[in-house]
């Protein structure tokens, strides 16, 4: 008999790198590559893999991200299957989450009610491909108490990671430690170390010992990776599981393995990039592994004269349904649902979220506009950094971003 499987989704994350984004919603619930959420990837990779008995743990300006679950994420109650949105219920007292674990300790009359053998635990915020399915028969077989996804990066860059630190067998977790600068490399790999993916895999004895152990920790910061997977791997009970060994249907070599923790304005936008490529490094036109989203009834895009340089036209760029290019230029871009670009406007390099237009003869390059930014005719964004810092935020690299619904002067 197959084993019963519990999915916890962490999406109560603030996501303060990401401000404007998150000004009004939380960083699951940021739009994502046109037509999804972030959340989405998380649940498509959840789905997919047959495991429908999820709950969403949300907590920080989650009416967005609620919304979005509740019109979208919907399983056959025939079946006992379900997605559903789970804000902080205050079971344990008359507090808000502390952290990650205490989420999952004011949560335990989810795992009561399902009595699962086992508890995914996943983050709802990265972009990515995984079949969950392979992760838990990994966990299974090994009789560890939990199992953490490790995904391999150069030892240079571990200062930028949770590092797992492995025993000589490669997979019994001997330490993990946060952003260390003396980690050490990988039995079969001296120049890697496993980067923590935030995704876990628990028996759930194991879960519910370590949780009520941490939860009477006053000291404790009461964070998964902070507090909890630190416990078990001291018990020697914790092992990793490498994601190179992770074979999604469909996917190409090119994609394989392909991971991004987009908590950063420039990682976000990095990440919109690598999926307009004639070969995309992430691809998501692979129709075996879909990710799923809220499709609108919104008519094809358009695109519209062809009169001079007033030609409506988009190259190496992703177009979503309801929008129309009119007599203008994208490059190198993401339009989402319900954009306008209108007459000799020039777009290259941009993220364009939902309902945003774009006047005639305007520029735009290298920004991400949120939803429903109006940018007036003969306005240049991305041209003219200095003035650009002035009235929007613009990261480290250059990229000029502008809030949900925010006013662009002439």
Same mark, same amino acid.
């Given at each position: ?11 109560g ?6 401000m ?59 079946l ?12 344990r ?67 930028q990671?949770g ?18 600068t ?27 010992d ?11 910061k ?21 994601f ?17 923790d ?15 490529? $004639? ?21 094809p ?8 340089e007033?030609?409506?036209?988009? $190259? ?21 649902p ?31 506009l ?41």
């Open positions: 008999m197959a084993a019963k499987v519990l999915a916890i989704v962490l999406a994350g603030e996501g303060k790198r990401l404007p984004l998150t000004t009004d919603r939380a960083k699951p619930a940021v739009p994502f590559g046109g037509m999804y959420r972030m959340v989405d990837f998380v649940l498509s990779n959840l789905a997919n893999a047959g495991y429908l008995k999820i709950v969403v743990l949300t907590q920080y300006k989650s009416h967005s991200l609620d919304r979005h679950i509740t019109q979208t994420w919907r399983m056959s109650t025939m006992g299957n379900y997605v559903t949105p789970v804000p902080a219920q205050q079971r007292g008359p507090w808000w989450f502390a952290g990650s674990a205490d989420a999952i300790y004011q949560s335990f009359n989810l795992i009561n009610d399902e009595q699962p053998d086992h508890v995914i635990v996943f983050g709802a915020d990265h972009i990515y491909r995984m079949d969950p399915r392979q992760m838990v028969e990994d966990h299974i077989a090994s009789g560890a108490g939990v199992t953490v996804a490790g995904i391999r990066q150069p030892l240079s860059t571990a200062d990671f590092v797992i630190e492995v025993g000589e067998d490669g997979r019994r977790i001997r330490a993990f430690r946060e952003k260390p003396d980690a050490i490399g990988l039995p079969d790999a001296p120049d890697q170390i496993y980067a923590s993916m935030g995704n876990y895999v628990f028996t759930t004895g194991a879960l519910c370590a949780v009520e152990r941490d939860a009477e920790d006053k000291t404790s009461h964070d998964m990776g902070g507090s909890i997977i630190p416990m078990l791997v001291e018990r020697g009970e914790a092992n990793v599981y490498d190179k060994d992770n074979e999604v249907p469909g996917s190409t070599d090119r994609d394989r393995g392909y991971w991004r987009v908590g950063t304005l420039d990682s976000f936008y990095d990440a919109h990039m690598d999926l307009i490529n $004639v070969h995309p490094v992430f691809n998501l036109y692979n129709f075996e592994w879909p990710i799923y989203s809220n499709q609108p009834p919104y008519p895009a358009k695109f519209v004269h062809q009169w001079g007033r030609v409506g036209r988009a $190259v190496g760029s992703m177009v979503s349904p309801g929008a129309v290019i009119s007599g203008s230029l994208v490059e190198n871009s993401i339009v989402s319900r954009v306008k670009v209108h007459s000799w406007a020039h777009v290259d390099g941009a993220v364009l979220m939902d309902g945003v237009e774009i006047g005639r003869h305007a520029v735009v390059r290298r920004a991400i949120d939803k429903n930014v109006f940018v007036p005719e003969g306005v240049e964004i991305g041209v003219d950094l200095e003035k650009d810092r002035q009235r929007y935020t613009v990261s480290d690299n250059g990229i000029v971003v502008i809030g949900k619904g925010q006013r662009v002067e002439p």
